[in-house]
């Protein structure tokens, strides 16, 4: 069964520090990758997500995420925060297996990241 | 371009009682999913919809029920709530070009937090 598991449920940074958010997934299929950011009281939009080819994937807001296959991880990161950062993260598993639930996300618990001034 | 809107945006309901959530996808999208996020966890898929028909199902108990309309809005109803129903319940459409899609793009409304007394 495909999971994901981030470390860290809770994740404080400067601002202007370097932001560095970690998944790990577990599939047993060429995975497709997902970050979604979720502000208070507000649904997921979505940061990024890796399919096939570059394994290091840009997104909004300037944040990035490497796919390592060796690794399985797909940590997010960014150069430098900014107070506006201050969001709940999930990484996310797309369901390619065949079967019920196929092309539906598994989602990780989450790190909330605070921005400190 | 509209994008996914979800109605009531707070509901309370007590024990036993059942209730209906709403849900119209962003234009251009056939595929609608559903998913419930409880307080600190990520969201959990509850069901699909492509084409009016469920196309994939998570694990929930039949009280959990929903249905697609031609224009591709949706519903999410819950019978006999209990109170460890409480929780965010989220839409997601995507364009399913091709039925379950596992790379696409999941698109999220803002949510309804139900609250069973």
């Known amino acids: 069964a495909q999971s994901v598991t981030q470390l860290g449920s809770h994740v404080s940074v400067s601002e202007g520090a370097l932001v560095l958010l970690r998944c790990n997934y577990s599939s047993s299929v060429p995975p497709y990758l997902f970050w979604y950011v979720q502000y208070p009281n507000q649904g997921l939009q979505l940061l990024l997500k890796?399919?096939?080819?570059?394994?290091l994937v840009k997104g909004i807001n300037g944040f990035e995420a490497e796919f390592k296959k060796s690794e399985t991880s797909f940590h997010l990161t960014k150069p430098s925060a900014h107070m506006s950062d201050a969001a709940e993260y999930f990484c996310a598993v797309s369901d390619g297996l065949s079967g019920g639930s196929q092309g539906n996300l598994i989602f990780g618990k989450g790190t909330k990241l605070s921005v400190k001034p | 371009e509209t994008g996914v809107t979800q109605s009531p945006t707070h509901l309370i309901k007590t024990r036993g009682q059942q209730v209906t959530l709403r849900c119209s996808s962003q234009s251009g999208h056939n595929t609608v999913s559903w998913y419930q996020q409880a307080l600190g966890q990520g969201p959990q898929f509850i069901f699909q919809y492509y084409r009016e028909e469920e196309n994939g199902r998570g694990n929930f108990p039949p009280r959990f029920s929903g249905l697609q309309f031609p224009n591709y809005s949706s519903e999410l109803n819950v019978n006999a709530l209990e109170l460890d129903d409480s929780a965010l319940y989220l839409c997601?459409?995507?364009?399913?070009?091709?039925?379950?899609?596992?790379?696409?793009?999941?698109?999220f409304g803002p949510g309804t937090r139900l609250l069973v007394l």
């Open positions: 890796y399919t096939t080819g570059a394994t």
């Open positions: 997601a459409s995507s364009p399913g070009a091709s039925g379950r899609a596992p790379q696409e793009t999941q698109y």
